[in-house]
């Protein structure tokens, strides 16, 4: 079993930043994709970012290109999503989520391909 915990949301006005944390437990970690997906009320739970298990690769959902930046500790078993110039339609519940084969070299957007999931964190964009 592999445990997720996401921390470090918050409510933000409009242009501000927040850094959100994703720190595992349980088994391997380091050798696994991770992404950060975002669900806002009455939507469906969408992809935002992915960062491959050395950490040389991600990839990031057009709406937040440019804003946003993941990054990774492997020593430390966490990712972290940087999130700047925030927006009040970033408004929703964050999640982090491994994706279920290890060292892959591709990013998949679907969470139907990703097997382990944290509770979410709630990011709040006030206008």
């Known amino acids: 079993q592999v445990q997720l915990v996401e921390s470090g949301g918050g409510l933000v006005q409009a242009g501000g930043s927040l850094r959100l944390s994703c720190s595992a437990s349980?088994?391997?970690?380091?050798?696994?994709?991770v992404a950060w997906f975002r669900q806002a009320p009455g939507k469906e739970r969408e992809f935002v970012a992915a960062?491959?298990?050395?950490?040389?690769?991600?990839s990031y959902a057009d709406s937040v290109k440019g804003r946003f930046a993941i990054s990774r500790d492997n020593a430390k078993s966490t990712v972290s999503l940087q999130m700047n110039s925030l927006k009040s339609e970033d408004t929703a519940d964050y999640y982090c989520?491994?994706?279920?084969?290890?060292?892959?070299?591709?990013?998949?957007?679907?969470?139907?391909?990703?097997?382990?999931w944290g509770r979410g964190t709630q990011v709040t964009v006030s206008s």
């Open positions: 960062i491959n298990w050395s950490g040389d690769s991600t």
């Open positions: 989520a491994r994706y279920r084969v290890s060292f892959s070299r591709s990013f998949f957007t679907s969470t139907r391909q990703y097997d382990y």
């Open positions: 349980g088994r391997t970690f380091s050798g696994y994709t």
